[in-house]
């Protein structure tokens, strides 16, 4: 007994000590604690990441992702679109004829489920860009779930959007950082005039806009709906991120793209739920957007911040305690009318003081 033991003790040490070789002494190796560190970066459990690449390579890394992430804003968009104009009504034949069937009126939303390696999760097509509005808190000093912000304003769905200060992953999601637009109002700034972002929005032609900006270009270019976030994934219909190796690692990913018909393309994948989906990486959204037509992309706030509403349910399985996602800053809300939707600034009148992110 001893004897069988003591050899299955050597088995594992060995297979231990060949797994630790080949970790720190391969390229496949190197590659999959890089992945592993860069999947743990997209996480409240950042500093874990030290232990595998060592501190040096973490803030090398986090630092060389930044630089990358900033320099993907960078070349100046010019995709245009042109928008698919609604049937016209047609009267009834009072005869048979040979003339040719109506055409079929889009539905303002449709939804895909999608799968792919290690993920499953959604893309929501909204044919009409111009039905879009960014939707904010109700209440002050709380973030809100994009479910309710759906039911409170009447949208048919939502998705969640921008960044916020998260202090110890622990904030109430009520200040976004960078800006906030909606309605063709700046809701909210951290920059000063000429600082410039990294938005994500939509123009008043319905033109998805993404890339580094500044907020007196924004006003120019009749941004309606902006949120900062980043990185932007496909500029002038070409894929910005190389391979699987840049795509930042394993995580659940929201991004939003346009066709040239104007289609707006929201992809939601789930992830840290073994058995259901583990997550993908921005190249895979990236092939994903292309896939589908995207001659413009950018992602959005990702992880637990995940999360997609249609008529009052949420689709996906945010990772998250709470089936319902997180309290959220922003949502992209989609309207039959969106003209008639009442959006107030939740943070007008507030002062940088009144807003505590780490305050519940």
Do not use: C
């Amino acid at each position: 007994m001893l004897r069988v033991i003591a050899i299955s003790g050597a088995v594992f040490l060995l297979l231990g000590l060949a797994a630790i070789g080949w970790l720190l002494l391969t390229p496949s190796g190197s590659e999959f604690r890089y992945l592993m560190a860069d999947t743990l970066i997209t996480t409240q459990h950042r500093h874990w990441a030290k232990y595998i690449i060592g501190q040096r390579q973490l803030d090398a890394r986090v630092q060389a992702y930044q630089q990358r992430f900033n320099a993907m804003g960078e070349e100046r968009d010019t995709h245009e679109i042109h928008l698919e104009p609604q049937p016209a009504a047609v009267p009834p034949v009072q005869e048979a004829s040979a003339q040719p069937a109506p055409p079929v009126e889009k539905p303002l939303v449709e939804i895909e489920a999608i799968s792919g390696a290690g993920y499953s999760g959604y893309v929501m097509t909204v044919n009409d860009p111009t039905k879009i509005r960014i939707g904010v808190p109700e209440n002050k000093g709380r973030g809100e779930r994009v479910r309710s912000m759906v039911e409170r304003t009447g949208a048919i769905a939502g998705v969640n959007g921008g960044g916020f200060a998260d202090p110890n992953w622990q904030g109430n999601g009520f200040q976004p950082i960078g800006i906030v637009m909606s309605g063709g109002k700046l809701f909210y700034s951290d920059l000063g005039k000429s600082k410039t972002t990294q938005v994500v929005g939509i123009d008043r032609d319905g033109k998805m806009v993404a890339g580094r900006y500044s907020l007196g270009e924004l006003q120019q270019m009749g941004v309606q709906e902006a949120v900062t976030f980043q990185p932007r994934i496909i500029v002038n219909g070409k894929g910005l991120i190389k391979n699987a190796a840049d795509g930042w690692g394993i995580a659940p990913r929201t991004a939003m793209g346009q066709r040239e018909d104007g289609a707006i393309l929201f992809v939601v994948i789930d992830g840290r739920q073994p058995g259901h989906s583990v997550g993908a990486n921005l190249y895979d959204v990236q092939q994903i957007m292309l896939e589908r037509g995207a001659v413009i992309a950018a992602n959005l706030d990702g992880g637990s911040s995940t999360v997609l509403v249609k008529d009052g349910q949420v689709l996906n399985k945010p990772s998250t305690k709470s089936s319902e996602g997180r309290y959220l800053p922003t949502a992209f809300l989609v309207f039959e009318h969106p003209e008639q939707a009442n959006i107030a600034n939740v943070w007008e009148g507030l002062k940088p003081g009144d807003i505590d992110p780490g305050k519940w």
